[in-house]
């Protein structure tokens, strides 16, 4: 965008928009499960012993809290990067 070509940039950009893109899909999370869809990554979920299910239920147990933490963090190291 405006005719930058740094390869600095780029890589800044890059893991900012990973962060954003994780940060979006944690927000939406309870407006997908309100339609029974779940989107987090289900390796993070099983780790903590929490189903689709739970998340749709709208459980709020620590290991259901414990995803979300995970999840986030991920983007907090992104958010580091830069």
Request: proline content about 2%; charged content about 20%.
């Amino acid at each position: 965008i405006l005719g930058v070509r740094d390869i600095h940039a780029d890589h800044a950009a890059s893991h900012i928009g990973k962060a954003q893109g994780i940060v979006t899909c944690l927000r939406a999370t309870p407006y997908h499960c309100t339609r029974q869809k779940v989107f987090l990554p289900m390796d993070i979920c099983m780790l903590h012993g929490v189903s689709q299910e739970d998340f749709i239920r709208g459980k709020q147990e620590k290991n259901v809290r414990d995803v979300i933490y995970d999840i986030a963090s991920q983007a907090h190291i992104h958010l580091e990067h830069v």
